[in-house]
């Protein structure tokens, strides 16, 4: 069983934008970490900018500081965040990462940290039953900016049944 959930920025300013935070709330049952790291990244898009918003008023997104990152992770040469993220799953047992860079999900695999994606959040409520098709929320998140090819989105949607 997760005991925690360490984010990483794209997936929380995509689930933003696209209306979509409540559902990260829903699948994780339990607070989601923000690495330091994370919120500054976050951060440099101003104030006005709603997931720089969402983060300063969701109680259940908790900022915290991540230990040192560990050689082994530092060795992929990811961004601050992705690393930050990582580190905090990976000294955190029962931690997953929910991060979408490609590099860092290999870091991810080859360190055996769970991880899942945006698409893997989707994916998840929708087999939980939180939400009743997957369809329309990949198309706010594809509204939103997150690139998704028709190939992916169609094989995505082919493996719930929709």
């Given at each position: ?63 915290i500081n991540t ?34 860079d490609l590099a ?46 028709g190939k992916v ?10």
């Amino acid at each position: 069983m997760v005991k925690s959930l360490f984010i990483d920025a794209s997936p929380l300013i995509f689930l933003t934008k696209a209306g979509k935070l409540d559902l990260l709330q829903k699948i994780a049952g339990i607070d989601v970490i923000v690495p330091v790291a994370v919120e500054t990244e976050i951060q440099q898009y101003g104030e006005e900018d709603i997931t720089v918003q969402a983060l300063a008023q969701t109680n259940w997104l908790v900022v915290i500081n991540t230990p040192p990152v560990p050689k082994v992770i530092q060795s992929y040469h990811l961004g601050a965040g992705e690393s930050a993220v990582l580190t905090g799953a990976y000294v955190n047992q029962n931690a997953e990462a929910i991060i979408d860079d490609l590099a860092a999900r290999r870091c991810a695999a080859a360190l055996d940290i769970p991880v899942r994606g945006t698409l893997g959040l989707v994916l998840t409520a929708k087999q939980r039953g939180i939400i009743p098709a997957a369809k329309p929320i990949i198309e706010d998140l594809h509204q939103a900016g997150m690139y998704l090819s028709g190939k992916v989105i169609n094989q995505v949607l082919a493996l719930i049944g929709e």
